[in-house]
C-alpha cells in the first residue's frame, strides 16, 4: 500500500507547534537533570562506600543518566523534524504558507468555513484558496519528501 503523502505532510504541520514546545520543554528538563545530577554528585563524594554494592543514591544517579540519556535523543530526533518542516515550509510563498498552516489547523469538518474566511481576507474566491492550497501542499511535500507524484 503506497504512502499518502499528502496525510503525513499535513500530520506534520499539525504536529509543529507542540514539537517546537517539546523542544523547549527538554532543554528545560534537561537543565533541571543537570542540576540535580550535579548535586548527587557531591553528594555521593561525602560519603564512604560500604562493601557489597550500591545504594538508593547511586541507583537515583544511574536512573537520571538514563532519563538524560533518552531526552536528548528524543530532542535530537525533534530537531530533526522541526527542520524539515521549516525548510519545506520556507520554500512556499508567504501566501502559500499561510493558506497551508491554517488548513493543517483545522479538521476536516471547518475546512470550508476556513476556506470562506481566507477568501474573504485575501480577496480571492474559495476555489483560488484550495488551488493554492492544493499547489502549496504538493510543493511542501516535494521539498519534505523528494516526490513528485501525489
Do not use: W
Request: net charge positive; aromatic share 6%.
Amino acid at each position: 500500500m503506497p504512502i499518502d503523502y499528502k496525510r503525513v505532510a499535513m500530520d506534520d504541520l499539525r504536529a509543529y507547534p507542540a514539537l517546537k514546545a517539546a523542544m523547549e520543554n527538554i532543554r528545560d528538563k534537561l537543565a533541571a537533570l543537570n542540576a540535580r545530577t550535579e548535586g548527587l554528585s557531591a553528594q555521593a563524594a561525602d560519603r564512604v562506600q560500604v562493601q557489597g554494592g550500591g545504594n538508593q543514591q547511586e541507583q537515583r544517579m544511574l536512573d537520571m543518566i538514563v532519563e538524560r540519556e533518552r531526552l536528548k535523543l528524543n530532542y535530537q530526533a525533534d530537531k530533526k523534524c522541526v527542520g524539515i518542516i521549516e525548510r519545506g515550509l520556507s520554500a512556499l510563498s508567504e501566501e502559500e504558507r499561510r493558506i497551508l498552516t491554517e488548513f493543517a489547523r483545522v479538521n476536516r469538518g471547518g475546512e470550508k468555513y476556513l476556506a470562506d474566511r481566507l477568501s474573504g481576507e485575501m480577496g480571492m474566491d474559495r476555489s483560488t484558496v484550495y488551488r493554492i492550497r492544493n499547489d502549496a501542499l504538493r510543493h511542501y511535500t516535494l521539498c519534505c519528501y523528494g516526490l513528485t507524484e501525489l
